[in-house]
């Protein structure tokens, strides 16, 4: 691993640490208690997530269209961390929900929607890992599909739930709450940062050996 | 440019006749739609009385099943006979060999819906001829988006492994869009007070999700199917 | 090796956390049973954050340990093969 990764992951790591500190520092909100707390890791969860699968889509749009080979394991990596993130944003909304709404689930825009991309990412790991030779190419044509989806999910879920009251799930931020949510945006960043070099040196990695096994068979 | 369609129509014709000789993938399709909409019957109709707004559900779900079957099939018939090679070597563009694979299929799903909307307004009371013309409009524009989808990642899975499960589990989240849009908007066209505004608006959606994910696969199919 | 300690780490980590997410009272005796509870007081918000958090620093560690580890098998691999072609 390159030495720049090496401190990028000390710096994430060291944030990590200190973030509980910084989040119990913050005020309790009105309304929510301590609870609302969780939106300090649920946020910048959700941000990467998207974030991810964005990333995913520009890399296999790359590896398909321009030829360039390492960017399918960018785009590897991407969608790996988009599941990732995915399931902290999944699993960190319900429980919030569960006292803030009084119910683990409601059919909100935004949740649908992120369930959705969600699975779509599923779908991309799961034909990586079972589809054979040759899912390279297809999951690329897969996530350039999930890409340009996103709009359209959006749009459909939103009016889908016109029917019922929209809860608001973000309430607005006074000051004091506002630092530790950059500071866990910041360190969330980081964080991706670090993991995609991470994963997208291991598809390296594995491709170089898969050549290196080659050229030694002829 | 003609030459793109007339390839299209060949592989179009191809299709057709050989399923016109045996009728295999309609006829078990049809009637697999037809059972489809039995079982949701028994798990939706409570007391004698079906649970309200379920038909145009059934009706889309039942549709959306159907042609992932039908999909899998037409091109499981390509690989057992390996005139899959013979497809990607004849000298001709590339998507016209989708386009011409599309239109087979969706010609095969209007059947199988041909079948299924007037089971689904006999069973479940809905007024399918109130607003047939949209109904239509809104059946083609969901059917257009959910295929030509389906035709680029079958196309793409036939040499993959664990293709049949693979499949559905690609399409069904990718494809949540036109369910939504055609459930929701046949829903406005069926209910009691029909809601044409909204019905147009899901037409609308479904448009333009079919625009550009036709346009995606033609730009898609090339990349993805050379080795 | 580093790893095996890491992976220590995360299993006494995954104990620690998942005590409080157990640890859910017994609703009030005169609550009437319904599907969604009122938001609010009942629910007591420990558990919810321990678990939301809990989650995140367990997968979170797993994960990068996961890649870690496969990360060195794979540089192993290629040192050697390198080392062969010499």
């Keep these: 691993m390159s030495r720049s990764t090496w401190y990028l992951l000390a710096l994430a790591a060291g944030m990590f640490a200190v973030a509980p500190w910084i989040i119990n520092a913050a005020p309790n909100e009105a309304t929510m208690g301590l609870v609302y707390k969780i939106y300090f890791f649920h946020m910048p969860s959700a941000w990467m997530f998207l974030v991810s699968a964005i ?23 991407a969608a790996e961390l988009t599941v990732l993130f995915g399931a902290f944003t999944l699993v960190s909304g319900p429980l919030w929900a569960r006292k803030a709404w009084g119910v683990w ?3 909100d825009p935004r949740l649908t929607s992120s369930l959705v991309l969600f699975l779509m990412f599923i779908a991309y790991n799961l034909l990586r890992r079972y589809g054979g030779p040759g899912s390279d190419k297809l999951g690329a044509g897969m ?20 029917i019922h009251p929209p809860t608001s799930v973000v309430p607005s931020l006074p000051v004091a709450m506002g630092i530790p949510l950059w500071f866990c945006v910041t360190a969330f960043t980081l964080l991706f940062i670090v993991l995609l070099r991470m994963r997208a040196r291991l598809e390296h990695q594995r491709a170089r050996v898969e050549a290196l096994y080659l050229a030694e068979e002829s | 440019m003609s030459a793109f369609f007339r390839v299209a129509w060949i592989v179009m014709k191809k299709d057709l006749t050989v399923e016109v000789r045996s009728l295999e993938i309609v006829s078990t399709t049809v009637f697999f739609a037809v059972t489809v909409v039995l079982m949701f019957s028994f798990g939706l109709v409570v007391e004698g009385r079906a649970v309200r707004d379920v038909a145009p559900a059934i009706l889309w779900i039942a549709s959306a099943f159907s042609a992932t079957l039908a999909l899998g099939r ?12 013979a497809l990607l070597l004849a000298p001709s563009d590339r998507p016209a060999l989708y386009v011409g694979k599309l239109a087979g299929i969706l010609l095969l799903l209007a059947l199988v819906e041909l079948f ?35 035709t680029l990642f079958a196309a793409m899975l036939l040499r993959a492994r664990s293709r049949d499960v693979l499949l559905p589990i690609m399409l069904y989240p990718m494809t949540v869009p036109v369910m939504i849009a055609g ?10 007070a029909p809601d044409l505004a909204m019905a147009q608006f899901w037409l609308g959606l479904l448009g333009a999700f079919d625009v550009v994910f036709v346009v995606l696969a033609l730009w898609t199919f090339e990349p993805v199917m050379t080795d | 090796m580093a790893t095996g300690r890491l992976k220590a780490a995360s299993i006494c980590l995954c104990m620690l956390l998942s005590g409080p997410a157990f640890a859910q009272p017994q609703p009030p005796k005169d609550f009437v049973a319904v599907d969604e509870s009122q938001p609010g007081e009942q629910i007591p918000a420990l558990p919810l954050m321990a678990g939301a958090y809990g989650f995140i620093w367990v997968v979170l560690l797993g994960y990068v340990w996961s890649v870690g580890r496969r990360l060195q098998k794979v540089e192993g691999e290629l040192a050697e093969l390198e080392a062969r072609r010499k």
């Design chain 1, 143 to 162: 996530a350039i599909f999930a890409m340009f989806n996103v709009v359209f999910v959006w749009v459909s879920v939103n009016y889908w739930r016109t």
């Design chain 2, 74 to 85: 037409t091109f499981e018939r390509e690989r057992l006979n390996d005139t899959v090679l």
């Design chain 1, 105 to 107: 689930w409601q059919w």
């Design chain 1, 55 to 77: 990333v995913a889509g520009v890399a296999s749009i790359r590896f398909l269209f321009f030829r360039k080979p390492t960017a399918d394991h960018w785009a590897v990596a």
């Design chain 2, 183 to 192: 459930v929701r908007g046949t829903a406005a066209l069926l209910q009691p």
């Design chain 2, 116 to 150: 299924l909307v007037p089971l689904v307004g006999l069973l479940f009371n809905a007024p399918i001829f109130a607003h047939a013309g949209r109904l239509f409009l809104l059946l083609a524009g969901g059917s257009l988006g959910f295929c030509a989808v389906g």
